[in-house]
């Protein structure tokens, strides 16, 4: 019987007044949940959060640009090549390699205005469209190859065949993690390897606007009529502690990645450098809505990681039921690290699921202090190192 590698993250974040994640009325996003109204950010908003921290720890190399600009970016990497080649015809070559790797027409956006006077605009694609910069690199060199008459380059079936290759091999961290979607090329479509989940309110959370006025600094006061403000507006926020959940399929993120990208390290280094970036970055990471409205900077008041052999198990449910503040105390925290402690091994009773698995747990004071007997308790920088450590260890014992 074969068994799965799950990296599993749980989180307990109690952010002040903010708005983190806004819909399109520049309201707070919130979901009904165990009959109440919860505060939520939305997976996709930390997502992308995640992917900004991994700047900060990983090496350039081994990311990705996620952009409709794709025929600008591929030609950068063009003219670094032969920087003979002039931009526009750097543009036409990017396009046709884009074009041939995917299936999708990257033209010039119709918004550009064509007049005698206008600067030439690079095409781009109709979607957002991710690449590795390995992947960038390789399809470069192909382009070079094919300058003289890139159309009929790309009528080879061996050329064309390459391109696909290129596009679909050595993905970067944040595409083998977060997946890719080419909707004119399935074939060159990345399943992803992490699952995140919309973060929740563990209780009830009521929306609220704040009317805010704005002074004119140049108006004279002793001379004018008018001394009411330059600017007056509202802006709504809410405030929650919230459960934020994400697992990763290490098993998945290593076919994604492949083996060793440098003949200098072992054939797994990749991916237990993918799995402690994205344990980090996902913990430390924050949506940056209105943040220099809200100055909203907290970190997770607790956190716990395990890891799993069958299917990843989201302790939302410990919620369903919100928290309600113990009568003459406010807050919700010291409660909801007990619901945790107490759902999780439950829950792992009743399925019968295997209670020996790895796990970690990063507290911070006394209201989080039940939850370390779900694990051993360490700080962040010996939770990515122990973890990494155990996935090297689990894919270095595999068959």
Do not use: C
């Not at 921290?53 to 952009?67: I, K, M, N």
């Not at 399929?249 to 237990?272: F, H, I």
């Not at 052999?309 to 807050?331: C, D, H, K, N, T």
């Not at 698995?357 to 122990?386: C, F, H, K, Y």
């Amino acid at each position: 019987m074969s068994t799965r590698i799950i990296v599993e993250l749980h989180a307990l974040q109690t952010v002040p007044p903010s708005n983190l994640n806004r819909d399109d009325t520049g309201t707070p996003k919130t979901a009904l949940y165990g009959g109440v109204r919860r505060a939520r950010v939305s997976s996709q908003a930390w997502k992308r959060a995640t992917r900004k921290a991994f700047h900060d720890l990983l090496d350039p190399s081994e990311l990705g640009v996620r952009t409709k600009r794709v025929a600008e970016e591929l030609a950068k990497h063009i003219r670094r090549l032969d920087g003979s080649i002039p931009q526009q015809d750097a543009w036409e070559l990017a396009a046709e390699t884009i074009q041939a790797a995917t299936g999708s027409k990257i033209e010039t956006p119709k918004r550009a205005k064509k007049t005698e006077d206008s600067a030439p605009v690079a095409p781009e694609s109709k979607y957002l469209m991710f690449f590795s910069t390995r992947q960038l690199a390789g399809l470069a060199e192909l382009a070079v190859k094919g300058r003289d008459d890139i159309k009929a380059f790309f009528k080879d079936k061996d050329n064309k065949a390459t391109a696909k290759q290129l596009a679909n091999s050595r993905h970067s961290v944040d595409i083998a993690l977060f997946g890719r979607m080419v909707a004119d090329g399935a074939d060159v479509n990345v399943d992803a390897a992490a699952q995140v989940a919309h973060a929740i309110g563990v209780h009830r959370s009521e929306t609220e606007s704040d009317y805010y006025t704005a002074v004119d600094d140049a108006k004279d006061r002793e001379n004018e009529d008018d001394l009411g403000a330059g600017m007056i507006g509202t802006v709504e926020f809410n405030s929650a502690t919230l459960y934020r959940f994400a697992a990763v399929d290490v098993d998945l993120l290593r076919r994604n990645l492949g083996a060793g990208l440098r003949e200098d390290e072992p054939d797994n280094t990749p991916v237990r450098r993918a799995v402690e970036a994205f344990v980090q970055g996902f913990i430390t990471s924050l949506p940056t809505g209105k943040i220099n409205t809200f100055g909203n900077h907290t970190l997770p008041d607790a956190v716990l990681v395990k890891l799993r052999s069958s299917r990843p198990i989201s302790l939302v449910a410990a919620f369903e039921e919100p928290i309600q503040p113990a009568e003459g105390v406010g807050g919700h925290v010291r409660q909801a690290a007990e619901r945790l402690t107490a759902y999780g091994p439950d829950i792992e009773r009743a399925y019968g699921v295997n209670g020996t698995d790895d796990a970690w747990v990063m507290t911070i004071g006394p209201n989080t202090a039940s939850m370390r007997e779900l694990g051993t308790d360490v700080s962040l920088p010996e939770l990515v190192e122990q973890v990494g450590a155990a996935v090297a260890a689990r894919l270095d014992a595999q068959p």
